[in-house]
Antibody, heavy 119, light 111 residues
Framework: EVQLVESGGDLVQPGGSLRLSCAASGFTFHYYWMHWIRQTPGMGLAWVSRIKSDGTFIEYADSVRGRFTISRDDAKNTLYLQMNSLRPEDTAIYYCVRGSRDWKGIDYWGQGTLVTVSS | DIVMTQTPLSSPVTLGQPASISCRSS???????????MNWLQQRPGQPPRLLIYKISNRFSGVPDRFSGSGAGTDFTLNISRVELEDVGIYYCMQSTEFPTFGGGTKLEIK
């Protein structure tokens, strides 16, 4: 069974930093692209970043480029999102999502972790 | 960015009756390989989104056959043949031809 378990969400002040983790199990992690997608009540769902299976290609949404860094540790089956210079508009539930191998898209979602940026 | 526009915002449906949700993309979703990367997601209350349909009309693993997708180019539809109580939630269209973008969601509720 595919499982994606996020952790690291917290309350942080504007300008602060946070690192999210996503522990993957139930599949061969290093075969898959991985994504971070966030959700807010006001702005809905928004893709944040993705990383290729071998880590050689990385892409970010304009809203986070230069502040967030995605990475992966295949030995630990773990995906990360380092978030710096956080802003109130980064407040959201952050989901770890697996990219599909059989079509150009995504398939399994984690339960999410809540990041709140507020003073 | 490809903009996804869903209608309606809300859909009250009687149990056992059909439901239909539309989605329009701001540009064609046909990819360079000929595939159309149009997807539908379901989010039940208190749950993360889950994939229902990929590449217009393919049901993902475990998705009941009362769910079906159709469309081409820029116009797509999700149909539920007979709505059940467990179908209550918010439905999102999502394109993955470019980096993923999502529709604003359609809330399915029971009359």
């Amino acid at each position: 069974e595919v499982q994606l378990v996020e952790s690291g969400g917290d309350l942080v002040q504007p300008g602060g930093s946070l690192r999210l983790s996503c522990a993957a199990s139930g599949f061969t992690f290093h075969y898959y692209w991985m994504h971070w997608i966030r959700q807010t009540p006001g702005m809905g769902l928004a893709w944040v970043s993705r990383i290729k299976s071998d880590g050689t290609f990385i892409e970010y949404a304009d809203s986070v480029r230069g502040r967030f860094t995605i990475s992966r540790d295949d030995a630990k089956n773990t995906l990360y999102l380092q978030m710096n210079s956080l802003r109130p508009e980064d407040t959201a539930i952050y989901y770890c999502v697996r990219g599909s191998r059989d079509w150009k898209g995504i398939d399994y979602w984690g339960q999410g972790t809540l990041v709140t940026v507020s003073s | 960015d490809i903009v996804m526009t869903q209608t309606p915002l809300s859909s009250p449906v009687t149990l056992g009756q059909p439901a239909s949700i539309s989605c329009r993309s701001s540009q064609s979703l046909v990819d360079t390989d000929g595939n159309t990367n149009m997807n539908w997601l379901q989010q039940r209350p208190g749950q993360p989104p889950r994939l229902l349909i990929y590449k217009i009309s393919n049901r993902f693993s475990g998705v009941p056959d009362r769910f079906s997708g159709s469309g081409a180019g820029t116009d797509f539809t999700l149909n539920i043949s007979r709505v059940e109580l467990e179908d209550v939630g918010i439905y999102y269209c999502m394109q993955s031809t470019e980096f993923p973008t999502f529709g604003g969601g359609t809330k399915l509720e029971i009359k």
